[in-house]
């Protein structure tokens, strides 16, 4: 029977994993070095992991596009044209027969055969922050374990370790990270002034609105190659001295993460963040603003081999005139996330690339007094598309005013247990909490297998 | 007992306070049974700073350093723990790491609520040595405007968290001030304690009639909050016909006293001697702030999950704590002057875990740490040694190096954001070239190079450079060019700081 309780880390019904009762036969001290060892490291549990082949074409790269806010989905992926609840927002038809969208959304409704919505979201987190950390981590928050992100589990199971760049970049905005697992696995935020009111402290000389810069990966003012080479010989030798007497997993990573420092600052493909051999008319296809750039900026990292990407866009908690913002937001949204599924398409990118849309809730189906509308966890719609998804379908449906799913409805670890089997990863592996709990990628998820097969 | 084991006890003098003496005893015999090798005693360098970081969370000074190297009194370590006691950074540091424990920090770090808070830590709270049963009561007990009654903002912020009615607060009071995870009974019993459901919504009771309101001033854009003890309000569970009200009730089946308010009762009945629990909790903070890890794992959680390494001394610690009247600077000064905490980082060979505290772990500074060791170090302090908040600088730190959950913590997290930061970011490397800086001023007071290379050692790494050391930058210091004479010893002061030496304590 599964266990529900979101708030202690643990159950008592998982029964002893084999790892338990290795450790409890060691005892002793030597037992908890063991247990200290492996539960530090957040490490998987190899012997639990019964890799399943869930699909052929497996995608080998991620990009959230993250609407923070929460974003109506009745204006975006479910309108309701003629109803009370659908406001003035217009439903227009889209590549695929019988699948209409919101007209905010028309560069997107012409790769629909590429897109598939589910409009059966439920969940129960109604505040940014618990709706927040539920998206990214697909669990409910709870006190005592901060679980790792969509983008750190991505970056631990498909990266690539050698690569010079990060395997998980945040354009855009904070968001969550590694949390029990190794740091190594934490999103590397690049300011592309995506969040409200810019994400990252940025108060630089970003004169030109759309440049997407990346921070403190130039030598500071007056030193050159040689001198930071020098400075570099030096603090090895200091590192050495220091670890011959005080050797510990801290030290370590400090090393670990001054060398990969190092690597990414050198590195030729930083070239990623040059937009500037990019075709004008394309350029111009994703859109002049910073989302635009962004979303061009993450395929270039994806043909680099960077395993996750998140864009953030914000100003969706509509609270007040919702379909102006709504529409307003859309101009970027659209044409860059449009943009984006085409460019990959036609690049042949498109099958090994996983694109997510989402936000942390959708917005009640009643409008309210300031035209505006609230938070709804209750029912809303999200969208998939490309490497190892189904395009072309809608999955779920809510009723005629978008109040209730009406059909099928899938929760948010449904959807990470869909995101997952997408990437080839088996939802059900488990990872060890520092506490030595074994946590699961996806908290008893089922995936939609109508959008995998 | 191993000769070297003895020898760290006969070393225990008699000027040690007795309760010292308890935590080198039972520490050491843990090494014995388990024939665990362990460190020497710190240098006197090695010891000065991290006492520093650990009491007062700034540096020592290079002339501190000096003075302190010199002395040949015996006793100089114990009047140096004194000393820092005395000065304000101590009642800032506390009130900071206190702020972080009761509210933590958010993007908006420091906001009015958490303004009046920290004020009250600081002036009230370690200023005055309030006992810490008294500080805790007042958290627990005051009412008032958030912007005038600084510890209301403990409770506040939780009256509307996690569905109202007292769950967030009695969860958050229980983990806080006992260690105890009661939340956790909320939605069945407890799987690793002996809480029942009952019990969970008898501590919530305490609470439910806990609430918030805005302020009741005649002006109308006033947004202050003020938190107050409303007459009615239950604590409740089940649904439907099952739904019952639960009377407040403390965990061990106690009622509470009739003549108190139901805070009242709760802080009487948590802060009787027989809960342990409330003088183990915070005792064991204070150790694994000191020691990098507590003698129970994790420090909010006592639950049957989690051994402590050292039960005896967990509880002895505690009830002499109790006995001196919660006096939270006996408490420091007792964990300052043991020698298992005055122990060399210098780790000694095959040394096993950390739980045996066999030689002082190497842990990461905290945002705060860290942010006051850069401008110590670069010497970007006004007379009275504080740090200025330059342009929300520690706000970035705290959001670069800082996480909520382990606020009492180091979490330097090894990052490659957090090793570009200081490698090329501003803080550092806009300082360390500005003219009239720190820097100059040491070029200007010691004409020699090997004077310099001492001085800057001390401002950084607080202590003198190696044989080896010396050998490699005496040298290198010489090699700038005409009218760039200043850029070599600025390559020592970029490496010095990007060092795990100055990164973490040890």
């Known amino acids: ?453 | 007992m191993s000769l070297a084991t003895l020898a760290f006890l006969l070393l225990t003098q008699e000027s040690q306070p007795a309760g010292s003496a308890l935590i080198d005893q039972q520490i050491s015999k843990t090494w014995a049974d388990a024939v665990v090798p362990h460190a020497g005693p710190s240098d006197d360098a090695e010891f000065l700073r991290r006492v520093s970081l650990d009491i007062v969370g700034v540096l020592p000074s290079p002339d501190e350093i000096l003075e302190f190297l010199k002395d040949p009194r015996p006793d100089k370590r114990a009047a140096k723990i004194d000393q820092l006691l005395t000065r304000p950074e101590y009642a800032h540091a506390w009130a900071e790491l206190w702020e972080d424990v009761l509210v933590g920090y958010d993007q908006q770090s420091r906001n009015d609520s958490n303004k009046a808070l920290y004020t009250w830590l600081r002036d009230e709270v370690f200023g005055k040595n309030l006992p810490y049963d008294k500080m805790v009561s007042a958290l627990l007990c005051s009412n008032g405007i958030n912007t005038e009654v600084g510890p209301v903002n403990f409770l506040l912020r939780l009256t509307r968290k996690d569905g109202g009615g007292g769950v967030a607060m009695a969860s958050k009071a229980s983990k806080t001030f006992m260690s105890t995870q009661i939340q956790c009974a909320q939605c069945h019993d407890h799987p690793f304690d002996r809480f029942t459901q009952d019990d969970f919504y008898g501590m919530v009771a305490f609470f439910a009639r806990t609430k918030a309101k805005k302020a009741d001033t005649m002006d109308p854009k006033d947004k202050r909050m003020e938190l107050y003890d409303d007459t009615k309000g239950e604590a409740s569970m089940g649904e439907g016909k099952a739904k019952k009200t639960v009377a407040p009730r403390f965990l061990d089946e106690i009622a509470p006293p009739q003549d108190l308010s139901r805070r009242q009762a709760f802080v009487k009945l948590m802060t009787r001697p027989e809960n342990a629990n409330f003088a183990r909790s915070v005792v064991n903070r204070y150790w694994a702030r000191f020691f990098g890890r507590g003698i129970i794992e994790p420090v909010d959680d006592f639950s049957n999950r989690f051994k402590p390494s050292h039960p005896e001394l967990l509880d002895r610690l505690s009830k002499e704590f109790v006995q001196q009247g919660y006096d939270m600077a006996w408490l420091v000064r007792t964990i300052a002057n043991s020698r298992s905490y005055q122990l060399s980082s210098r780790r000694p060979e095959s040394a096993s875990s950390e739980r045996f505290f066999s030689y002082s772990a190497t842990r990461p500074l905290t945002p705060e740490q860290l942010y006051m060791s850069l401008m110590g170090a670069l010497g970007i302090v006004d007379g009275e040694g504080v740090a200025k908040n330059k342009g929300g600088l520690l706000t970035q730190f705290r959001q670069r190096f800082g996480e909520e959950e382990t606020a009492d913590r180091g979490v330097f997290q090894g990052t490659i954001t957090q090793a570009l930061y200081i490698m090329n970011g501003p803080l550092p490397n806009g300082e360390i070239p500005r003219a009239n800086n720190k820097l100059d001023k040491i070029l200007k007071q010691f004409p020699a190079a090997e004077d310099r290379v001492d001085r800057i050692f001390l401002s950084v790494l607080c202590r003198l450079p190696s044989a080896r050391e010396r050998a490699t930058y005496v040298p290198f210091v010489k090699t700038g060019a005409p009218k760039k004479e200043k850029e070599p010893y600025e390559d020592l002061y970029w490496v010095l700081l990007n060092s795990s030496e100055f990164l973490f304590n040890h």
């Open chain 1, 1 to 453: 029977m599964a266990h529900d309780c979101k708030d202690c880390e643990g159950t008592r019904r998982f029964g002893l994993s084999r790892r338990d009762v290795l450790r409890g036969s060691l005892g002793g001290f030597l037992g908890f070095a063991f247990a200290r060892q492996t539960e530090t490291f957040g490490a998987a549990l190899p012997e639990l992991l019964l890799p399943q082949d869930t699909t052929a074409k497996a995608a080998k790269s991620v990009i959230v596009v993250w609407l923070g806010g929460g974003p109506s989905t009745l204006d975006l992926w479910d309108p309701k044209e003629g109803r009370e609840t659908g406001g003035p927002t217009k439903a227009i038809d889209t590549s695929v027969k019988g699948i209409q969208y919101a007209d905010n959304l028309p560069t997107i409704a012409k790769v629909a055969e590429h897109v598939s919505v589910i409009r059966s979201m439920v969940s129960r987190e109604g505040s940014h922050e618990r709706g927040r950390y539920l998206l990214h981590t697909g669990y409910v928050p709870t006190g005592t374990v901060v679980h790792p992100s969509m983008g750190s589990i991505s970056a631990m199971e498909l990266g690539n370790k050698k690569l010079d760049l990060p395997n998980f970049i945040s354009l855009g905005g904070s968001t969550d990270g590694a949390g029990f697992l190794p740091p190594e696995f934490n999103p590397f935020a690049v300011d592309a002034g995506g969040g409200r009111g810019g994400g990252g402290g940025g108060k630089g000389p970003m004169a030109s609105s759309d440049v997407i810069k990346i921070s403190n990966v130039s030598y500071p003012n007056g030193v050159d190659k040689n001198r930071f080479r020098e400075r570099m010989k030096f603090l090895q030798e200091q590192e050495a001295d220091f670890e011959k007497e005080h050797a510990s997993e801290e030290v370590t990573r400090h090393k670990t993460a001054y060398e990969k420092a190092d690597r990414l600052m050198h590195t030729p493909l930083l070239e990623a963040f040059d937009l500037g051999k990019e075709k004008p008319e394309l350029v111009k296809a994703y859109g002049e603003g910073k989302f635009g750039r962004s979303c061009m900026l993450a395929r270039r990292l994806v043909e680099r081999g960077v395993a996750f990407i998140e864009i953030s866009l914000g100003g969706w908690d509509t609270h007040q005139d919702n379909f102006n913002k709504v529409s307003s937001n859309c101009k970027q949204l659209d044409p860059g996330l449009g943009t984006l599924i085409r460019d990959l398409q036609e690049k042949r990118m498109l099958d090994k690339t996983l694109i997510v849309c989402m936000g942390e809730f959708g917005r009640t189906p009643k409008i309210n007094a300031n035209n505006g509308r609230d938070h709804y966890p209750r029912a809303w719609s999200m969208m998939l598309a490309g490497g190892g998804i189904q395009g072309g379908r809608v999955i779920g449906a809510t009723d005629k005013d978008g109040v209730e799913v009406k059909e099928r409805p899938v929760t948010v670890p449904d959807l990470f247990a869909t995101v997952y089997s997408a990437l080839g990863v088996d939802p059900k592996k488990k990872n060890v909490s520092p506490l030595g709990r074994p946590i699961a990628l996806s908290d008893n998820g089922v995936a939609v297998k109508e959008l995998l097969t």
